[in-house]
């Protein structure tokens, strides 16, 4: 081992008491010299471990600092510690730290605030002493600043004591001292892996490659400005620059108050205090923003040391990561020359000595006045200055003209505290230290793969390992552990890291260990670490957990409630709004699975408590609130961008339990309540406020719930703006929106009367009489009104919309004669039909109610109208070869059909000129499909839309997806004829099992579909199938008694009346009779 820099106080270790200062390195003649594995220097003391695990001291020994007797100038045993495999030691000012292969602490010297951790209160301690409070955690690494000390733990966690008064503990004040080891709560989670402790500040780097720092900014030390008190920072926080600018960090050192960082590329970046150089800026200006040292740029740094107002960096090689100018190389090689002109008599005989080019070599800067610069002369110097030594580079160069008998030794690690430098060596050519190569024996534990296989094959009778078991207990316990597991390597600095699909695999796999003791130990770790999710987490890593966590099985288990998914869903939704954005930037990258899960999960929580709804607790109240606001969550961020955008259908949100479970009118009223008074803690929780979550039938009954309120508005309406003796005598005439019209001029009827309603009056219930005809209108009535009308309007020769073959669909004809008004019309109908639970036949396709909704259509939602043209324009689309042109032959017209003359449209200006080619068809597809489905159609569209809105212009209809709401407008061909037959009611003599009966069902399922949907036309007016599905069609059957008459149905109360029919054939032939004769009303 070589040292230089002051030995004052013997701190150097190589005796001779008349020597205050080494300017040159020079060798330590003691006999562990050269098996040093680390050396600590504090303000006037060292202490040595060499690589057997003993540790040796020498220095000022003032307050029991060395821990022995005596005072020594040379390296002296600790005999108190010979029993104990040291593997890591730390000084302070004036107090010592070790740390053993079992990861116990033991403490000794200086004791004035506490930096010990033996909660005394002698102010110095000259032998070691236990930590106690550490004893039952297994520390990995310690730290020492001036007069405070960290720990950082086998789980994650850090601990800090000592000397507060500039916030260096990162406890989240500045009172002390703290005499104990105290956990670092902000720090929960993330998953560090290196601590260093400066002056007066402390810092710690993260797995991922973040800084962070804490304690006194009193030179810009800590790399940003804390908002609180500029001088000091009393919680940890990132360091703004390097986290947005630089490459992952992967060591940091720290001076009395300077900071010193390597990144993966080997860059040094240094900050804080630089009075005397120590930045290597070539200024002394103190530095708060971190900046590269530039003059190393060209170079990859693998070791760098601070002491007290000095740096120290090796070089191991002149490998190269980006290429520096030349004029930076020619400084490098005439510094060196400059630093050895200082040892021989000038440049020209330094010249001579410079064997090649200074690669494996040391530089310093910063105080040098007690020589720890390593340059001849005791000067400061703010730029590196190579430390000339007698060690070789890695190729065997060397800057001195070594002679035979000179030692050839190697660098492999190099150290810095106080104003004293040291050099361990080996005597064989070898590979130094990186100092940015973590050792695995002093990383926090994680959750490995070959753990979770071992634990798979563990059964019932086996017995656990001891260290297996408590691996189990600290891994799966700890929040850093799985915020440091199952990362990929070479992960994008500010991505999530993880290789989602091996944690899928394996967190999987917990579930299924055959050992239940281990299971339920993972089980009880994990319920433990979800309540202490952070709220505020400090770096992006501590949010890996709400990745992985879920994927344990027991989030879709609704037995942990309150253990599990409530506190995970009170976490995520209560982060901060810098790492709430950051896991929405997370959720758009992981797997589209991954949301999937947590839909499922919160789904899983609302069921269990809907279910159970007469049971629930606050706890259950909590739960219910925070699931719907967790959905809420997921569904934002998955329509943020639009519908076409989403990865996850909207179906998938679908809670059908809802509507079963929840009385939804009643739950509607009470939100429209809430809008108007303040709600209460107590109010019950509105499911309106999420209405995503509603299925197509859920929503029908949230319409239905706001047409009988609005219904209720415009008859209330009528009434007080109508003539009192009208209501008196006539409240039918108020109470509804009375059609009165002749079958054979059903058209031009409804015209003349609806366009003579003011918009509130549709908002009543409407009644359809047809004159002449004797039947009151319940309902079926008003459902022939609708399908003979929209016959009579939708029929091509009516000319008012185009009819397409292929798809038995219609569209708006561009070339109609008739007015808006009675495109308005169908509109109106349309509207009327829906507000009055009417479904009607309308066969527009699925762009019509695209439109409706406000969503924009193209190529695919052509293919209903034109299934061929889609086709051709697909195939156009695929088409790759530059021959476009010739093999299609198409510009950019579209050809109509005007009333029996053929025109050719241009689809923008000069489109007749312009031909289709590989490199605008996209552009032409886009212009035809727009002009097919808007442009062209946009005046009949308009009427329709507006007609529509009159009568429809409510929120709740928003909420319906296109296919919902055509579902609603024209029901739905879903049958389940076997669902009609259990939900039949029976009368008069009738029941399940009679023998009419019988024989009916097995007549009607014997029927030909179409014989069935034209009985559904007989019974309900409409061969279509509510949106609430066959379980709405309640049908009932009532006996009579002369079976010389027709079934007749009483289509306004869905009735049969069934006579009492001797055979089958007969009750077969009358049914067929009476449900092809099923036009007009009567009375019966």
């Not at 701190?11 to 205050?20: I, K, R, Y």
Request: aromatic share 10%; charged share 20%; proline share 5%.
């Amino acid at each position: 081992m070589y040292c230089w820099g002051s030995t004052v106080n013997g701190e150097l270790g190589v005796g001779a008491p008349e020597v205050e200062q080494l300017t040159l390195p020079s060798f330590m003649d003691f006999s562990k010299s050269w098996n040093v594995k680390q050396v600590a220097s504090g303000l006037m003391h060292s202490l040595i471990l060499t690589e057997e695990g003993l540790v040796y001291s020498c220095g000022n020994n003032e307050v029991g600092q060395l821990g022995q007797d005596k005072i020594t100038r040379k390296p002296e045993q600790i005999d108190d510690l010979q029993n104990y495999s040291i593997v890591q030691v730390a000084a302070g000012d004036q107090h010592s730290i070790a740390l053993t292969s079992w990861g116990l602490i033991y403490a000794w010297g200086a004791n004035e605030f506490g930096q010990l951790g033996i909660n005394s209160t002698e102010w110095h301690t000259p032998t070691p002493k236990l930590v106690k409070s550490l004893a039952r955690k297994h520390s990995l690494q310690i730290a020492c600043g001036s007069n405070h000390t960290l720990a950082l733990t086998s789980d994650g966690d850090l601990y800090s004591w000592g000397q507060n008064n500039m916030g260096q503990l990162g406890l989240g004040h500045k009172e002390g001292p703290q005499k104990e080891p105290a956990l670092v709560k902000s720090l929960v989670g993330s998953p560090l892996v290196l601590i260093t402790a400066g002056g007066h500040h402390s810092a710690a780097l993260t797995h991922g490659g973040f800084l962070l720092t804490w304690g006194s900014n009193k030179y810009g030390q800590l790399g940003y400005t804390p908002k609180k008190d500029p001088n000091l920072s009393e919680t940890p926080a990132l360091v703004p620059n390097l986290e947005s600018y630089s490459e992952p960090l992967l060591y940091v050192a720290l001076g009395e108050g300077h900071t010193a960082v390597l990144d993966s590329h080997g860059k040094l970046w240094t900050f804080g205090y630089g009075r005397y150089g120590q930045l290597g800026h070539g200024t002394n200006d103190d530095g708060s923003v971190p900046r590269t040292v530039l003059d190393l740029c060209g170079s990859k740094v693998s070791q760098v040391a601070c002491g007290r107002c000095h740096t120290i960096v090796y070089i191991p090689s002149q490998e190269r990561v980006a290429g520096p100018p030349a004029t930076l190389i020619d400084a490098e090689f005439i510094g060196c020359k400059l630093a050895l002109a200082e040892m021989f008599d000038s440049v020209e005989q330094a010249s001579c000595s410079v064997t090649c080019y200074p690669n494996g070599q040391l530089y310093a800067f910063g105080q040098g006045m007690s020589g720890q610069l390593g340059i001849k002369t005791p000067h400061n110097r703010n730029l590196p200055q190579v430390v000339v030594g007698p060690w070789l580079s890695p190729s065997g160069a060397s800057l001195l003209d070594n002679t035979d008998d000179s030692p050839k030794v190697y660098i492999k690690k190099i150290f810095a505290g106080g104003d004293a430098s040291m050099a361990a060596v080996m005597k064989e050519s070898g590979v130094a230290d990186d100092y940015c190569q973590r050792h695995p024996l002093q990383l926090p534990l994680i959750i490995e793969e070959e753990k979770i296989n071992e634990m798979m094959g563990i059964g019932e009778e086996d017995m656990i390992p001891d260290d297996l078991f408590t691996y189990i207990e600290t891994a799966f316990g700890s929040l850093a552990s799985w915020n440091s597991s199952f990362i990929m390597k070479d992960s994008e600095k500010h991505s999530h890291g993880l290789d989602y699909r091996l944690a899928e695999d394996y967190v999987g796999k917990l579930g299924r260990i055959p050992r239940a003791s281990i299971q339920e130990v993972i089980q009880n770790s994990v319920q433990n670490i979800v309540k202490d999710l952070p709220h505020h987490p400090i770096s992006r890593e501590s949010l890996r957990c709400f990745i992985l966590l879920p994927l344990f099985k027991d989030f879709v288990d609704s037995r942990y409630i309150a253990k599990l998914q409530l506190p995970y869903a009170e976490a995520l939704l209560g982060l901060q709004k810098e790492m709430a954005a950051i896991f929405k930037m997370w959720l758009k990258v992981l797997p589209r699975d991954f949301a999937i899960r947590l839909i499922t999960i919160y789904k899983v929580v609302i069921v269990q408590i809907l279910n159970n709804a007469k049971q629930s607790s606050e706890i259950d109240r909590r739960a219910l609130v925070s699931s719907l606001k967790m959905l809420s969550f997921l569904h934002a961020e998955n329509f943020k961008d639009g519908a076409k955008a989403a990865r996850i259908n909207y179906e998938e949100f679908y809670i059908p339990e809802i509507g079963e479970k929840i009385d939804i009118r009643s739950d509607y009223f009470n939100w429209i309540s809430s809008k108007i008074r303040p709600i209460r803690p107590d109010s019950p929780v509105s499911f309106c406020e999420y209405p995503f979550l509603f299925d197509a039938q859920a929503k029908t009954l949230l319409l239905r719930a706001d047409a009988t309120r609005q219904m209720q508005g415009a008859i209330q309406e009528a009434v007080i703006n109508s003539n009192p003796m009208l209501w008196l005598f006539n409240p039918a005439q108020v109470q509804f929106l009375n059609i009165n019209i002749h079958r054979n001029n059903i058209v031009e009827d409804t015209v003349n009367q609806l366009f003579h309603h003011k918009v509130t009056d549709y908002k009543r219930p409407l009644k359809v009489h047809f004159i002449g005809e004797e039947a009151e209108d319940a309902g079926g009535v008003r459902k022939e009104f609708f399908l003979l009308l929209l016959r009579e309007l939708l029929n091509p020769d009516y000319g008012m919309f185009t009819e397409y073959p292929d798809t038995r669909t219609i569209w708006f004809k561009e070339s109609s004669l008739e007015t808006a008004a009675t495109y308005s019309l169908i509109g109106i109908v349309c509207g009327l039909a829906i507000y009055n639970f009417t479904i009607i036949n309308l066969p527009f396709p699925l762009a019509l109610y695209k439109k409706l909704l406000g969503q924009s259509v193209g190529l695919d939602d052509l293919v209903d109208l034109d299934p061929h043209l889609t086709r051709t324009l697909h195939e156009l689309l695929e088409y790759e070869e530059n021959d476009v042109e010739e093999v299609y032959c198409m510009n950019f017209t579209v050809t109509q059909d005007f009333f029996g003359e053929t025109k050719s449209i241009p689809l923008k200006p000069d489109g007749e000129n312009i031909p289709v080619t590989l490199q605008n068809k996209q552009e032409y597809v886009d212009l035809l499909v727009d002009y097919k489905l808007n442009k062209s159609i946009e005046s009949q569209y308009k009427a329709f839309h507006d007609g529509f809105y009159r009568v429809c212009g409510c929120v709740v209809l928003k909420l319906f997806q296109p296919m919902e709401l055509m579902a609603l407008v024209i029901g739905n061909e879903n049958y389940n004829w076997f669902e009609l037959e259990r939900n039949t009611e029976y009368k008069g003599e009738y029941y399940a099992d009679h023998e009419v009966i019988k024989m009916f069902w097995e007549v009607f399922h014997d029927l030909l579909l179409d014989q069935k949907k034209q009985f559904l036309i007989f019974l309900t007016g409409t061969d279509r199938v509510p949106i609430l599905g066959m379980k709405a069609l309640k049908m009932i059957i009532q006996s009579t008694a002369d079976d010389s008459f027709l079934p007749v149905a009483h289509t306004c109360i869905g009735q049969l009346d069934l006579p009492k029919y001797s055979t089958k054939e007969k009750l077969r032939y009358k049914l067929l009779q009476a449900i092809q004769q099923s036009e007009g009303f009567g009375l019966v």
